[in-house]
C-alpha cells in the first residue's frame, strides 16, 4: 500500500516535468508548425546558466529565473536567426518535409558538443533550495520532500499561467492565429514574426523550468549523457505526441501518463525496463489513436 | 548527355574514394612498434566521459603526474614515457574502436590499464592482442579471467580479482554480520558476474538482489533499486557496482532515509567521486570498505607521501585519493617493468620481464604481486576498514590488517607479507 | 519481375570494384578497415536516400533496424552456426520483416507522429535487447566472421578481409537499390512523395507503396547492421546509439538526400570527419574537452549547413546549376 503511494508521487512529480517538456515542444508546434528537436537541449543549456548563476550567487531562487531567461533568449535566437532561414531555404523540394526535423536535429547535436565543450561531460551539482528528503509518516518515509512539493506547485502555477495566457488574452489569440493561418493573422495587424518569437521564448522558459527540476529532483547531478537529460529528452516529445500535439492540456495529459507508467515500471517491474516504457506507450496510444489522446484527425491537405 | 554526366559522377566520386584511401604511405617500421631511440608510447582507454566516468576519470593525470616524475629523473634508459589516452566512455564497441585507434594510427608499444570488465572482453575477442603480440599491463578490473595466461597470453593483471575480494568480504561479513539480512546492487555484465560466483564460491546467500544495466545509473532508477532492498528488508547492503552507481544509490538512500550498514566494494568505494556527487559524509560514516594500497590520508607511509607530493605538484587543485594513489602505484610499476625489459625494449621482452621479476618489483600495495612465467595474477588481497565521519577510509583499529586468498578454493588467511622498503626517490633501480 | 536495363552500369560496378581489390592492397591497416566503414556506411545511407529521399517517409530510428540485422546474424553465427552469407541473407530478411511492420505502422501516421515514433523505436528497440538472455544484455554477443581463408596467404590480415567483405556487399547492394530506384517502384515513390492525391488518382496504391519503401529500406539497412557488426566484432546496444541514426541522416543529407550518386560523399565524409576532427584539434592545441566534442560538433554543423544551404545535396545543386546554365545559353 505504501509502496502504491510512494510509486503514484513520485509518478506525479516526474509526470509534471515531463508535462511542462511537453508543453514547450507543443507552444513551438502551435506557433511554427515545427517539431523542435532540440527543446530538451535548450532546456539542457539553460539549465547550465542556473548552474553558472548558482556557483556565483548561491540562490536558487536566482538560479531559475536566470535560467528562465537564458531560455527564453536562446530561443529566440534560434527563431530569429536559425528558423527563418531554414523556411525560406528549404519550404520547396523533396526536403520540404524532412529539412525542420534535420535541421533541428543538428541543432540538438551542436548544443550537446557546445556544452560539453564548455562545461566539461562530467556531472555538474544543483541543489535545490529545499531538502529532498522525505517526509516521514511514522516510522515511514514518503518519497515525497519539501522539493518535490515545492516543484509540483512551481509547475502548476506555471501551467495556469501559460493556460491563461493562451486561452484568454489577446497575445494568445495573435499567437493561435499566427499558427494557423500566418496571411490572415497578418491582415488582421497580428505581428506575426513577433508572434512567432515570442512562442518560442514561452517554450524557451518552459523549458528551462523543466531542465532546472529535473536536475534538483534526480540528486542534483546533470551532464549531456545523464539519464535525466535523456528521460527529459525522451518523454518530453512523447508526452507531447501522445497528448496529441494541438492543445496544451492534451501535453499535461501526455506527460502525467507517461510519468506514472515510467514510475510504475521502474518501482515493481525493473530497473532495466523502464526506458522502454515510453515507446510502448507510444506504440499503443498511436496503434489506437494516431492523432494522440486528445488531438483532432488532420484535414486531408492539397 | 543525362547519363554522361552520371557516370562522369560516378567516376569523380570513385576517384575521390580511391585518392582518399591511397593518401597513406605505408611508414617504416621502427626497430619496435611505439619504442623509437627517446621515447615509449604507451595507450590506455578508459571512461573521461559519460555516466561510469566520475572518478575514474582522474587516472591518465595520475599515471602522467608520476611518468613526468620519470622522465624528469632520466626516464626509462634514457627513453622518456608517453601516454596516449583515448575516452570509450566506458561502451565496449568504443573501447575496440579506440584501441584499434591505438594500436593502428598511434601505434603504441602496449596498452597500459584499459579499464573496464566488458570492455577488455570486447577488446580481446575483437582486437585480439594477444594473437598480435601486443601486451596490454595491468588492466584497470578484477575479473578472474584476465589472469589465465592460456587465454590472454599478452595480459597482466593487477587488481585483486572480484572472486578474491567477494571471498575475503564474505569473511568479513561472517565475523562481523552473521545472520543479519544481506543485500546486493551489482551491475549486470561480466563484472557482475564474476562477484556473483565470488560470492557463491563463499558461500554466501543474498536475500535480496538487485542488478543494474550499466549506463543506467542515475538518482531516478537508484529509487527502484532501493525500493526493492527496502521491500527485502535488507539489513547489509553491498554495493559492488561503479563509483556513479554507489554515489546513486547512497544519495537516493539518503533521501529516502534509508541506512543499512553498508559495504562498498573496491570498484566503487572512492569517497571522493561519493562526495562530489552530494552524498552527505555522514553516510558514508561507518560504511565498511576495502583496499589493498595505504589509507590516502595516511600521511606517515612513504609512497602516500612521495605520491601525494609529485601528483600535487602537477595538479595543485586537485585532491589525492585512492584512485590516484592505485594509478600512480600501476604507472610505477609499468616504470619498473620497461626497466627490467632491457636497453632495447621489445613487447616479447616486456611481458618475459614482468613474468622473470615481476614479483620482485617495489609497489605501495601491502599485499605481494604474484607474476610468474605460470601466472599473471597480480595482487591477491585486501584490508577491510571503515569510513571516517569526513568519509575517509580507515583501517579498522588503526592497524591494517591484511588477508589474501586466489581465485580458486584456497581459503582466506591472514597475509604475513612485508611491504619491501621504497627505492631511492620512488624511481625504478 | 522486371528487366533491369543495366549493363553498362554493371560493368561500371565491376571495374569500381576491382580498382577497391587492387586498392586495398597497397594502403596499410588503418585505411583498410576506414574503407570497411566506408563500405557499411554506403549501404546505411543508400537506404536512407530510397526511404526519405525517394519515398518522402523520414525515419529517425534506422538505427533500430540495423541493430535488428546485427543481432539476427549474430544469433545465425553462433546458435545456429549458420556461414556468413547466410546471416547477411537472415539479416536482410529480419530488418526486412522489421520494416514491413513498421510501415505498416507508419502509413497511419503523419509527419511528426511517425518521426516520434521512429525515434522512440531508435532508443527503445536496442535496449530491448536486454531482456533476453540470448541477446547477451548491455554488453552484447559477438559477431565473428572467421579467419580469411588459408589461401588468400599469410600477410592477408583481418582487416582486409572485413573490407572485402563489405567492399563486395556494399556493391552488389547498391546495384541493387540503383535499379529497383530506376524501376517503375522508385517511380512510383517518387510520385507518392510530391503529390499522394495525384499519385492515387493516377492508379498508384500509395500506403502499399510506402510499407514497400520501408520493407526494402530495412532490408538494406539490415544488411548494413550485419557489416557494422562484423567490423567491430561486436553486437549490442551500445553500437546503436541514437547518434547512430543522426549520423546516418547527417550522411544521407550530405550526400543529397535524393541523390544515390552522391551516397560515396555522405560516407566518406562521415568516415573522414573524426581524423579531420584530430588533425585540426592536435593543430590548434585546444583543450582536451573541445577535442573530443569536436567531432560530434564537425558533424552537426555540417548538417545544419548543408540543411540550410545545400539542402537537395551536392549533386543536385550542381545539376541544377548545370540546367541553369544550359537554359540561359540556349536564350
Known amino acids: 500500500m505504501f509502496q502504491l503511494l510512494n510509486t503514484i508521487l513520485i509518478g506525479i512529480t516526474a509526470g509534471a ?100 565543450s564548455i562545461w566539461g561531460g562530467a556531472d555538474v551539482r544543483l541543489v535545490g533550495p529545499v531538502t529532498n528528503v522525505g517526509y516521514s509518516i511514522g516510522d515511514k518515509t514518503l518519497a515525497f520532500s519539501p522539493l518535490k512539493l515545492l516543484t509540483l506547485c512551481t509547475i502548476v502555477a506555471l501551467m495556469l499561467l501559460l493556460t491563461v495566457l493562451f486561452q484568454k488574452s489577446n497575445i494568445g489569440l495573435s499567437l493561435r492565429a499566427s499558427a494557423y493561418s500566418p496571411e490572415i493573422a497578418r491582415l488582421s495587424g497580428v505581428k506575426v514574426d513577433f508572434v512567432r518569437t515570442l512562442g518560442w521564448s514561452l517554450a524557451g522558459a518552459a523549458g528551462a523550468v523543466a531542465g532546472m527540476f529535473q536536475t534538483v529532483n534526480g540528486n542534483g547531478a546533470f551532464s549531456p549523457e545523464s539519464i535525466e537529460f535523456a528521460l527529459l529528452l525522451i518523454s518530453g516529445f512523447i508526452a507531447a505526441v501522445i497528448g496529441g500535439l494541438e492543445s496544451l492540456v492534451g501535453a499535461v495529459v501526455g506527460g502525467l501518463v507517461l510519468g506514472l507508467v515510467i514510475s510504475f515500471v521502474l518501482m515493481y517491474i525493473s530497473s532495466s525496463l523502464f526506458f522502454i516504457a515510453p515507446f510502448v506507450i507510444l506504440l499503443i496510444i498511436l496503434f489506437v489513436r494516431p492523432q494522440g489522446i486528445l488531438g483532432v484527425k488532420a484535414a486531408r491537405r492539397a | 548527355m543525362k547519363a554522361m554526366n552520371r557516370r562522369k559522377l560516378f567516376t569523380v566520386c570513385a576517384t575521390i574514394a580511391v585518392a582518399s584511401l591511397a593518401i597513406t604511405a605505408i611508414p617504416a617500421q621502427a626497430a619496435e612498434v611505439g619504442v623509437s631511440s627517446s621515447e615509449i608510447k604507451l595507450g590506455m582507454t578508459l571512461p573521461m566521459t559519460g555516466t561510469a566516468s566520475p572518478g575514474y576519470n582522474k587516472i591518465p593525470a595520475a599515471v602522467k603526474a608520476y611518468f613526468d616524475y620519470v622522465n624528469a629523473n632520466g626516464g626509462i634508459n634514457g627513453r622518456k614515457l608517453t601516454l596516449v589516452v583515448k575516452d570509450d566512455q566506458y561502451v565496449p564497441t568504443l573501447a575496440v574502436a579506440k584501441t584499434n585507434e591505438l594500436i593502428l594510427k598511434d601505434k603504441v608499444m602496449a596498452l597500459l590499464a584499459p579499464l573496464g570488465t566488458a570492455n577488455n572482453k570486447a577488446v580481446a ?295 619491501p622498503a621504497m627505492p631511492a626517490k620512488g624511481l625504478p633501480n | 519481375m522486371h528487366k533491369f536495363k543495366s549493363s553498362h552500369h554493371l560493368a561500371f560496378f565491376i571495374i569500381f570494384g576491382f580498382i577497391l581489390f587492387l586498392t586495398g592492397n597497397r594502403v596499410d591497416e588503418l585505411r583498410v578497415y576506414q574503407g570497411a566503414s566506408i563500405a557499411v556506411y554506403v549501404v546505411a545511407i543508400s537506404s536512407i536516400i530510397l526511404l526519405t529521399g525517394y519515398s518522402g517517409q523520414v525515419s529517425l530510428g534506422h538505427g533500430a533496424l540495423l541493430a535488428i540485422g546485427a543481432y539476427s546474424a549474430a544469433v545465425a553465427r553462433n546458435n545456429f552456426h549458420a556461414p556468413v552469407v547466410l546471416t547477411f541473407v537472415i539479416a536482410v530478411l529480419a530488418a526486412a520483416l522489421g520494416g514491413a511492420l513498421l510501415g505498416a505502422a507508419a502509413a497511419r501516421l503523419s509527419g511528426p507522429y511517425l518521426a516520434g515514433t521512429t525515434l522512440a523505436l531508435a532508443i527503445g528497440l536496442p535496449s530491448l535487447a536486454n531482456q533476453f538472455p540470448i541477446f547477451g544484455g548491455e554488453q552484447g554477443v559477438f559477431f565473428d566472421v572467421g579467419f580469411p581463408p588459408p589461401s588468400l596467404g599469410e600477410g592477408f590480415t583481418q582487416y582486409k578481409w572485413f573490407f572485402w567483405i563489405a567492399g563486395l556487399a556494399a556493391l552488389i547492394s547498391i546495384w541493387l537499390v540503383a535499379n529497383i530506384l530506376r524501376s517503375r517502384y522508385g517511380r512510383n515513390w517518387r510520385a507518392g512523395r510530391s503529390n499522394e492525391t495525384a499519385a492515387a488518382l493516377a492508379g498508384i496504391s500509395v500506403s502499399r507503396s510506402k ?33 547512430l541514426s543522426f549520423s546516418l541522416l547527417t550522411g544521407a543529407v550530405l550526400s543529397g538526400v535524393s541523390t544515390l550518386s552522391g551516397v560515396m560523399i555522405g560516407a566518406v565524409t562521415l568516415v573522414a570527419i573524426p581524423e579531420i576532427a584530430d588533425a585540426v584539434a592536435t593543430r590548434i592545441g585546444v583543450s582536451e574537452r573541445f577535442t573530443t566534442n569536436l567531432p560530434g560538433l564537425m558533424v552537426s554543423t555540417l548538417l545544419i549547413l548543408t540543411v540550410l544551404f545545400v539542402p537537395n545535396g551536392p549533386v543536385e545543386q550542381h545539376r541544377t546549376r548545370q540546367a541553369r546554365k544550359a537554359a540561359k545559353e540556349k536564350n
Do not use: C
Not at chain 2, 601491502?366 to 591477491?380: A, D
Open chain 2, 125 to 419: 575477442a575483437v582486437v585480439n592482442p594477444g594473437a598480435r603480440g601486443i601486451p596490454t599491463l595491468f588492466v584497470n578490473t578484477g575479473y578472474s579471467g584476465f589472469s589465465d595466461k592460456k587465454k590472454y597470453p599478452t595480459t597482466f593483471s593487477i587488481l585483486p580479482s572480484y572472486i578474491m575480494e567477494a571471498k575475503i568480504m564474505a569473511e568479513y561479513i561472517k565475523d562481523n554480520f552473521a545472520g543479519k539480512k544481506l543485500g546486493l546492487i551489482y551491475q549486470d555484465d561480466d563484472f557482475g558476474d564474476d562477484a556473483l560466483a565470488g560470492f557463491k564460491q563463499a558461500g554466501i546467500n543474498f536475500d535480496v538482489k538487485v542488478a543494474y544495466a550499466s549506463g543506467s545509473q542515475s538518482g531516478t532508477t537508484a529509487a527502484g533499486w532501493m525500493q526493492k532492498l527496502q521491500a527485502g528488508g535488507a539489513e547489509v547492503v553491498i554495493l559492488f557496482g561503479v563509483s556513479s552507481a554507489t554515489a546513486a544509490a547512497l544519495g537516493t538512500a539518503a533521501v529516502m532515509k534509508f541506512a543499512p550498514q553498508w559495504i562498498l566494494g573496491s570498484v566503487g568505494g572512492d569517497a571522493t567521486t561519493i562526495k562530489a556527487a552530494g552524498v552527505p559524509a555522514g553516510v558514508l560514516y561507518n560504511a565498511v570498505g576495502a583496499s589493498f594500497a595505504p589509507a590516502t590520508t595516511d600521511t606517515t607511509d612513504e609512497y602516500v607521501k612521495l605520491f601525494q607530493d609529485i601528483y600535487l605538484k602537477a595538479n595543485p587543485d586537485q585532491i589525492f585519493d585512492n584512485n590516484v594513489m592505485v594509478g600512480m602505484n600501476t604507472a610505477f610499476v609499468t616504470a619498473q617493468a620497461l626497466k627490467a625489459a632491457g636497453s632495447n625494449p621489445t613487447r616479447k621482452s616486456l611481458i618475459a620481464a614482468i613474468e622473470k621479476s615481476g614479483k620482485n618489483f617495489a609497489s605501495a600495495a601491502l599485499v605481494p604481486l604474484n607474476y610468474s612465467t605460470t601466472s599473471h595474477v597480480g595482487y591477491n588481497g585486501y584490508w577491510f576498514g571503515k569510513y571516517s565521519p569526513t568519509g575517509d577510509l580507515k583501517p579498522a583499529g588503526g592497524v591494517y590488517t591484511v588477508y589474501t586468498t586466489d581465485s580458486g578454493n584456497g581459503a582466506v588467511v591472514k597475509s604475513t607479507y612485508k611491504r
Open chain 3, 211 to 243: 510499407i514497400l519503401a520501408f520493407t526494402i529500406s530495412a532490408g538494406v539497412a539490415g544488411l548494413a547492421g550485419a557489416l557494422l557488426s562484423m567490423t567491430i566484432g561486436t553486437v549490442s546496444p551500445s553500437a546503436f546509439p541514437l547518434a
Open chain 1, 17 to 116: 516535468i515531463y508535462s511542462l517538456m511537453a508543453i514547450s515542444i507543443v507552444l513551438v508546434w502551435r506557433s511554427t508548425r515545427v517539431i523542435n528537436f532540440a527543446q530538451a537541449g535548450m532546456a539542457l543549456l539553460s539549465t547550465y546558466f542556473g548552474y553558472e548563476a548558482m556557483v556565483h550567487f548561491n540562490s536558487f531562487w536566482i538560479a531559475l529565473p536566470v535560467a528562465m531567461v537564458g531560455g527564453a533568449g536562446i530561443a529566440a535566437l534560434i527563431e530569429l536567426v536559425f528558423m527563418r532561414l531554414l523556411v525560406k531555404r528549404s519550404s520547396t523540394g523533396p526536403m520540404a518535409a524532412v529539412a525542420p526535423i534535420i535541421a533541428t536535429l543538428g541543432l540538438l547535436g551542436l548544443i550537446k558538443g557546445i556544452i560539453s
